[in-house]
């Protein structure tokens, strides 16, 4: 996913010259080599230097440019808060903070580089757009949106490491910003939604409930802010159960908004969500690992329903 | 390379700018009247410096430059801002009259959409960063149409040196070999709680500290108009320019002058006819 939004990025900054790559001392993937030292100026590496890393961002956006912040998620968001919500959101310009490793990929290095927060954080600041693509696809998608769009403030986009597969491939709703998108629709029985890298695992788990006999519907929603409460309070009124499956704190994220807007629209479904715990897990291993020891292991989950 | 020197900066007396930096802190008391709470002595502490980069510096010359930008970095200056926009006609005088209220657009600190602000600020540690993107864009956008790049103005308070994230712009617009921004540390040796160079002894003397992470520097009396414009202007301009100016903070009112509660207080009438009296000579 990262390669393939570094790939889409450089071929649409050879043709815009407002594009700005601005990374903060982390090794520009694959095809960012080629773009740094055909249009240097355009690719500013500001070291390990976060809080300028967004305030040369904004400079640049203030004077029509499009820049890229790109660095490690925590360190693209957490670092720099007060940076992105003044610099940032408060001016609405068009920047995209873009956080690799969100949720708990980067499995062995620690709660220090876990965004396990980020979709809440960034979903609070006003004129802040987030989203979160589960595959390379649906990632060039986003990217070439993002650089296209007209109109909008600055947008978090949530990415993983390397070498996740397509799983969008096939499905026929595009990627549309602030919309949900079906990858197929069963009968009503139950849905299940998710978003980012934790889609993989919800095709899994939508996978063993087919094999058992349910009848699924399977949901992204790469979009988290605007949410598409329309799309999604017709999932809610049109099933009987539906399962929230989430790469992130309890509070915050698309799991407590759907609650919200299960309540909001009178909705009476069964409702379960499953995210990670609200705790610092010392546990050092594999994604998979990490995401089993929060509680978010498939066959846990498909135990459950 | 000089290469904003190349042209000339438009005339500037001496005494027409003490004689506009007095009108400007009459009018700031004149608000003042009105409206409960201001930031009077900070913006009378940047008063020459502000009003040297909007007469002395900044020029607009379209064929041959982009143009020129000044940000307030220290928010809590921008009443030294607002008085000279509306002297300029960019701010219209009845929106200062409508200051801090809800039926007029201004704030106690510059927002992006007020007429003649180019960033918001208010929150310290900002402005240089900002400052040093929109000098990278100017610069690359000079390049491509063959003009010569706008400068960046920027005003820094002396306790937004002790945010890191200002060092982190000090040495990455050196890294970068930024040469159109000229930032201005209104040095009034003054915070919240005592003296800046009480707080952190070991950040002064300034000048060199910049010097040493790849700026040009200069220190001047920051109430000295000419020498700012001058030490401004004749600037080698091969790497970003920083100017220690040195000032007063409450300059111009003697029962202003370093008393911290004048950050943001506002005179009784009695208080605003003595500040008068002091500022007209009567």
New interface residues.
């Given amino acids: 996913m990262r390669l393939r939004f570094a790939e889409t990025l450089a071929r649409l900054a050879y043709e815009d010259?407002r594009i700005y790559i601005v990374v903060a001392d982390i090794s520009p993937a694959g095809p960012m080599v080629e773009f740094r030292d055909r249009f240097p100026?355009?690719f500013?590496n500001?070291?390990v230097?976060e809080?300028?890393m967004?305030?040369?961002?904004?400079?640049?956006?203030?004077?029509?440019?499009r820049?890229f912040a790109y660095t490690i998620a925590t360190f693209a968001l957490y670092r720099p808060f007060?940076?992105i919500r003044?610099?940032l959101a408060?001016?609405n310009l068009p920047v995209t903070v873009v956080g690799i490793g969100g949720g708990v990929i980067y499995s062995t290095l620690g709660g220090t580089h876990h965004a396990q927060e980020d979709v809440a954080i960034a979903s609070a600041i006003p004129n802040m757009g987030v989203v979160a693509p589960c595959d390379p696809d649906e990632a060039e998608a986003v990217t070439n949106y993002l650089v296209a769009r007209e109109s909008g403030g600055p947008v978090y986009m949530r990415i993983g490491k390397a070498g996740e597969p397509n799983i969008t491939s096939g499905i026929r709703s595009p990627f549309e910003f602030g919309k949900i998108r079906t990858f197929y629709r069963g009968t009503g029985d139950i849905a299940i939604l998710s978003y980012g890298l934790m889609m993989h695992e919800a095709v899994k788990v939508a996978d063993a409930l087919s094999a058992s006999g349910r009848s699924v519907t399977l949901v992204s929603t790469p979009t988290l802010k605007p949410l598409d409460t329309e799309g999604l309070a017709e999932i809610l009124a049109s099933h009987r159960n539906v399962v929230v499956l989430e790469e992130h704190a309890p509070q915050g994220g698309l799991a407590s908004q759907v609650k919200q807007l299960a309540w909001d629209t009178n909705a009476c479904c069964d409702l379960r969500t499953f995210t990670l715990k609200d705790e610092f897990i010392h546990c050092y291993g594999t994604h998979a690992d990490l995401l089993r020891a929060h509680g978010l292991g498939v066959r846990e989950i498909v135990g459950q329903l | 390379m000089g290469i904003e020197k190349v042209i000339a900066a438009p005339a500037f007396d001496a005494s027409e700018a003490q004689q506009r930096c007095a009108e400007f802190r009459l009018r700031i008391l004149e608000m003042s009247q009105r409206v409960t709470a201001l930031h009077m002595a900070p913006a009378f502490s940047c008063m020459e410096i502000t009003d040297a980069i909007y007469s002395g510096l900044m020029h607009d010359d379209q064929q041959n430059k982009s143009s020129d930008t000044f940000i307030m970095s220290k928010g809590h200056g921008y009443l030294a801002q607002l008085v000279i926009l509306e002297s300029r006609g960019v701010i219209p005088i009845s929106e200062i009259n409508r200051y801090c209220t809800p039926e007029g657009i201004l704030g106690a600190h510059p927002d992006l959409g007020t007429p003649g602000i180019a960033a918001a600020t208010g929150s310290l540690g900002h402005g240089l960063g900002m400052s040093l993107g929109i000098a990278i864009a100017e610069r690359n956008m000079a390049e491509s149409r063959e003009m010569l790049p706008g400068t960046v103005y920027v005003v820094l308070s002396d306790g937004e040196l002790q945010e890191g994230s200002t060092w982190e712009s000090i040495i990455l617009a050196s890294s970068l070999g930024v040469r159109n921004l000229v930032a201005v540390v209104d040095n009034n040796d003054y915070q919240s709680l005592g003296k800046t160079s009480e707080t952190h002894p070991s950040l002064y003397p300034l000048a060199e500290k910049f010097e040493s992470f790849g700026w040009e520097a200069a220190t001047v009396d920051g109430h000295d108009s000419s020498a700012i414009v001058e030490s401004i202007s004749s600037r080698v301009g091969d790497r970003p320019f920083m100017l220690v100016a040195k000032t007063i903070k409450g300059k111009g009112v003697s029962f202003m002058e370093n008393v911290p509660v004048w950050h943001y207080r506002s005179p009784s009438v009695e208080e605003c006819a003595v500040a008068v009296a002091e500022i007209t000579g009567r």
């Fill in positions: 010259p100026e355009r500013i500001v070291g230097a809080q300028a967004i305030g040369v961002c904004a400079g640049l956006a203030l004077r029509g440019m820049p007060e940076f003044d610099d408060y001016q």
